[in-house]
């Protein structure tokens, strides 16, 4: 297996001499047809073979969550679902929600059943596929009451297991029998992306808050924090049971964790302490931020695609804690990236989310 070391500086070079780069690196899927993963990348999707080589996958814009199944690769387009054939490249199903404005995480049986969560709304919706030329949905849970995030489709119980975009966030269960939502466990976490399994039955979960990769055991009653590279702000992952390799995506970068060579430790604090009081927003909502030292810093506010939308704050900070309001953005409805940057310390984001 290789080494993580060599495998992100091979993918550091090579990004400089292809023009295929991440720029909004969401979701990854291993795609066992052609052995390579895929990822969704804003305005196009993105082969990459796990040593840093790059191409382009069909011409179709992928954005948001992403499913193989079967042949098959299926990206959420915030209001709708397309499949592209894996062999072909070419767009082969095209199905829209009326309503969806943020399908987001996605699932499927292993048959011919998908299963996504709408961010912004609170819903589950299942999506059969069996007929790519006439793909019809339903709309399985109204109300998830938190908002759902990340999914995965657990077989051994009949069930969909997803995670929460809430502070803390919740592992929740949907009965594919009866569509009934129950809790599983409150997580320890905040802001989580992304859920996926491996094969022995543990599960791992992506957080935004802190900036980590949490393991649970195959029902929940144990966990613990997976020892990474030095991630900033974890999507929705994506997990190879036949290497153990986990991949990460972090917008501008995905990285490959061999996790059999990986260890688990206990989690300490993260630095700066960056946190939200309320999310979703409101004119009352704060970050709170926390400075050991005096540095320059910038608070920097970014639209889903990376766009810089303003700069908060821009200052050579003290020592302290500090909170900023975040009152009078006059921002529309959708999901936004706010992005300390601390000179010489590195970066965190937090996703806001507008209601």
Do not use: C, H
């Amino acid at each position: 297996m290789k080494k993580i070391t060599t495998t992100l500086l091979f993918l550091m070079s090579v990004q400089f001499a292809i023009a295929q780069v991440y720029t909004n690196a969401e979701s990854v899927e291993y795609d066992p047809v052609n052995d390579q993963w895929l990822v969704s990348n804003g305005s196009r999707m993105i082969t990459d073979d796990g040593e840093g080589n790059l191409s382009f996958f069909g011409t179709g814009p992928a954005n948001l969550g992403l499913e193989v199944l079967g042949n098959t690769a299926f990206v959420s387009v915030q209001n709708g679902i397309k499949g592209y054939d894996l062999t072909t490249e070419a767009e082969v199903m095209s199905l829209n929600i009326p309503g969806a404005t943020f399908l987001n995480g996605m699932t499927n049986d292993g048959n011919n059943m998908l299963y996504t969560t709408e961010f912004n709304s609170n819903r589950i919706f299942s999506v059969d596929v069996s007929d790519l030329n006439n793909p019809t949905y339903t709309e399985i849970v109204s109300n998830t009451e938190q908002t759902p995030n990340g999914i995965i489709f657990d077989q051994v119980n009949n069930r969909l297991i997803y995670a929460t975009w809430t502070n803390p966030a919740l592992i929740k269960a949907v009965d594919l029998d009866t569509f009934t939502v129950s809790d599983i466990t409150t997580t320890n976490v905040a802001q989580v992306d992304g859920i996926d399994d491996d094969s022995e039955g543990n599960y791992y979960i992506s957080s935004w808050n802190p900036d980590r990769i949490t393991k649970y055991n195959n029902n929940f009653t144990s966990f613990e924090t997976v020892v990474t590279p030095t991630i900033d702000s974890p999507a929705d992952i994506g997990y190879n049971q036949n290497n153990d390799i986990l991949a990460i995506p972090t917008f501008s970068d995905v990285i490959f964790v061999d996790l059999s060579s990986l260890s688990v430790t206990d989690f300490s604090s993260e630095s700066f302490g960056f946190g939200i009081s309320s999310n979703p927003i409101n004119d009352a909502t704060y970050v709170e931020f926390t400075m050991e030292t005096p540095e320059r810093l910038s608070l920097n506010l970014y639209d889903i695609q990376g766009k810089l939308i303003d700069t908060l704050l821009t200052e050579n900070a003290a020592s302290g804690t500090y909170k900023v309001v975040l009152a009078g953005l006059q921002l529309q409805t959708g999901v936004y990236l706010l992005e300390l940057q601390v000179e010489g310390k590195g970066a965190k984001t937090i996703k806001l989310i507008v209601n």
